[in-house]
């Protein structure tokens, strides 16, 4: 198979992944499995030619696996282990809302991938524009604000445990999670270090739809402050966590929190960085590099060039660890 094809392939992927999550194909055949393609039709009001296409899509993915059974003249479809466990809304471990938020608002950026290159600029106002012009809108509303927030809850659930378990957190006893959004990096790390207790630090309008999420994990070793953690004064900690913050910042945001944080440790104090670390010679397929064409405000970067931006603000790199997760995690030390 040539690279083309193999990106066409890959794009194929995420379309057909896209477009079965959206219709709950895999909520429909964990609730009821063993339906042929015509019943999966009329369950998901879809034209019977259509929706056999896209399961036969999902069957080759290994989304999906067929099934014959007596006496039922057509094959059946049902979850593979990979849908069972991460693709059905309901699963512990679901991505479903993450996938969601990617079909939504980050696929669209693509296709304004042309002018992203040419201005070098992040085109979300240009999707939002595009989106407003198209329907009523509700980019501003609490209701898009808590889609976005189950987007960053489950993709940071599945990432959550290698996060949590990346380093030796042991020897410290309290934790402010920077921009942690729904606490559930807070809360897995509680249940690792029973003696840490954590903050978690948000914007109000964050803090305040994040309690929608806390409601299971009744936990006073977990406490959520709301505040602009690029404006307002850091809660003290030992460990300063960074889970998909930098990578989404301007350079002079960037400096503004690092230098915030950095004044607000004492020598010893830890600081947590996960993201996606890119390759230094930037060689193979990298989802980092894939994702730095969508134009945020910041930039992708290596675990080398975090290290040096690190130094500056009087971190010490102590070890980096690739998860082959979502994210790959940093242990830096306040010198």
């Known amino acids: 198979m040539t690279k083309f094809e193999e990106n066409s392939v890959n794009k194929g992927f995420l379309l057909a992944l896209f477009t079965a999550s959206k219709f709950c194909v895999f909520d429909l055949l964990h609730n009821k499995p063993g339906l042929d393609a015509e019943q999966i039709a009329q369950e998901i009001k879809a034209s019977v030619k259509g929706t056999e296409t896209l399961l036969e899509a999902c069957v080759s993915l290994g989304l999906l696996r067929t099934k014959d ?6 094959p059946v479809f049902e979850n593979t282990e990979l849908a069972t466990h991460f693709l059905r809304s309901d699963a512990c ?14 696929w669209p950026l693509f296709s304004h991938l042309d002018s992203a290159v040419q201005e070098g600029t992040s085109q979300r106002e240009k999707v939002k ?6 329907e009523d809108s ?10 976005f927030m189950h987007a960053m809850h489950s993709s940071a659930k599945v990432a959550a445990t290698d996060v949590a378990t990346a380093f030796d957190l042991s020897s410290y006893k309290t934790a402010c999670d920077v921009g942690g959004c729904t606490g559930a990096i807070a809360y897995e790390l509680i249940k690792v270090y029973p003696d840490l207790s954590v903050t978690v630090l948000d914007l109000p309008a964050v803090v305040e739809i994040s309690e929608l999420f806390q409601r299971q994990h009744a936990d006073k070793r977990v406490t ?60 193979g397929p990298s989802r980092g590099l894939l994702q730095a ?43």
């Open 69 to 74: 059974t007596t006496g039922h003249p057509k």
């Open 138 to 147: 509700f980019c501003n509303s609490r209701e898009a604000k808590l889609r």
């Open 93 to 106: 471990f679901s991505l479903h809302a993450y996938i969601q938020h990617c079909n939504d608002t980050l």
């Open 129 to 134: 524009k595009c989106k407003e012009m198209s």
């Open 224 to 283: 959520f402050k709301a505040g602009d953690f690029l404006k307002d004064e850091l809660p003290k900690a030992d460990v300063y966590i960074l889970v998909r913050i930098l990578h989404d910042l301007t350079d002079e945001k960037l400096h503004i929190l690092l230098r915030k944080i950095s004044d607000a440790c004492t020598p010893g104090c830890c600081l947590l960085l996960s993201e996606i670390f890119l390759e230094e010679n930037r060689s």
């Open 293 to 335: 064409l969508s134009m945020s405000e910041g930039k992708q970067r290596s675990a080398v060039e975090y290290s040096r931006i690190l130094k500056d603000h009087g971190f010490i790199t102590v070890q980096v660890k690739h998860t082959n997760n979502f994210l790959d995690s940093m242990m830096c030390v306040k010198a």
